[in-house]
């Protein structure tokens, strides 16, 4: 049984053997480079726009710990859900800025972690699924 990566890009699906670890390596290398350089799809990761964003999402969590203090309770867990949200975006995007910047230097579990990563259900151009084909 031989294996094989999909990128099930915006038009039609995109098939590479995987059917070695060295085969795979590569491919995954491929769907890193195509998804950067073609589709833009790190533009979020890459510098310097990733620590801007992060120091501004940096800046609104601090902001929102301190307004929570004088938050009303009745609107406490709409606040607190925000700051959840924020948090966890914030989490993400130190994450994915980090995943950038080892793969652009060829670090195959970074592509590896990066391209998954952006792999949902409801991506445009980044999903990709893991098949085997006879």
Not at 43 to 54: G, L, R, V
Request: with cysteine.
């Amino acid at each position: 049984m031989k294996k094989i990566l999909v990128l099930h890009s915006k038009h039609s699906p995109i098939y590479y053997d995987a059917s070695t670890p060295e085969l795979e390596e590569e491919s995954y290398r491929k769907i890193f480079k195509f998804n950067d350089k073609d589709f833009n799809c790190y533009e979020d990761s890459k510098q310097p726009y990733a620590n801007k964003y992060i120091s501004q999402l940096e800046k609104q969590v601090k902001d929102l710990k301190e307004a929570i203090k004088k938050i009303p309770a009745i609107l406490l867990n709409d606040a607190r859900n925000n700051l959840r949200r924020l948090k966890n975006e914030l989490k993400w995007m130190k994450r994915d800025a980090g995943l950038y910047a080892k793969a652009k230097k060829g670090d195959i579990k970074a592509i590896k972690d990066l391209v998954h990563s952006r792999s949902e259900e409801d991506a445009e151009y980044e999903r990709i699924s893991i098949e085997d084909v006879e």
